[in-house]
């Protein structure tokens, strides 16, 4: 079936350390992926995304590259803030209105 | 535009009770998502409406309905509420009118506490 599957957090990082957020997909066809944040008590954002492989999604600094030959789509910031911290959830969409998650990240940076 | 709004924010019903939730999205778009996210089953889809008609539909009992009206607002329903059914129920909505991908676009939810 298809699924998403990220790395599992709590992530804690210091304020300007280097973020990665590792996910990986499986799909029969060929998915866009997505990555949302939600920040508390909020719902999700769409922070980037890309729709064939090798395109890279960017926004506010957060970059991926879509990867077919390893089904990854990781997320990376060079220097993230303290108002970075929030859960990180990459998804897939084969058609249609239908998402699907992975189990979501949760980013914590310290000052 | 304004964004996705959902009505209402927060809900608290009984083992038994029926609950319905209401979603307007973004003006001009047609496709409206509905999900569930709970602790322990992260985020599932449980349907999606297209011009007033489901389009997609995920693995949920038929205690969970939704429906789509001409203006694009749509509505969930839950019947029989269980314990199991506390989530917060997020809607989505998508300027997709065909079976290609679009990113979606969510609110801020409606928290669903059933006691």
């Known amino acids: 079936g298809n699924s998403v599957t990220q790395m599992e957090g709590p992530v804690t990082l210091s304020e300007e350390a280097f973020l990665t957020i590792n996910c990986t997909y499986t799909?029969?066809?060929?998915?866009?992926l997505f990555w949302y944040v939600q920040y508390p008590g909020e719902g999700l954002q769409l922070l980037l995304k890309a729709t064939k492989a090798d395109d890279k999604g960017s926004n506010k600094g957060f970059e991926a590259t879509y990867r077919k030959e390893t089904t990854s789509f990781h997320l990376e910031k060079g220097s993230v803030q303290v108002s970075d911290s929030a859960v990180y959830f990459c998804a897939l969409s084969l058609k249609g209105g239908k998402l699907i998650f992975g189990q979501g990240t949760e980013l914590s940076v310290k000052p | 535009k304004a964004g996705v709004t959902q009505t209402p924010r927060y809900l608290i019903k009984t083992r038994g009770q029926q609950v319905t939730l209401s979603c307007s999205p973004i003006s001009g778009h047609r496709s409206v998502s509905w999900y569930q996210q709970t602790p322990g089953q992260g985020l599932q889809f449980l349907f999606e409406y297209f011009s007033e008609t489901q389009r997609n539909k995920g693995n949920f009992p038929g205690r969970f309905s939704g429906r789509q009206f001409s203006n694009s607002r749509s509505e969930m329903n839950v019947s029989t509420l269980e314990l199991g059914d506390s989530a917060l129920y997020l809607c989505?909505?998508?300027?997709?009118?065909?079976?290609?991908?679009?990113?979606?676009?969510f609110g801020p939810g409606t928290r669903l506490t059933v006691t």
């Open positions: 799909a029969t066809g060929y998915p866009s």
């Open positions: 989505a909505s998508s300027s997709n009118t065909g079976t290609g991908s679009y990113e979606q676009y």
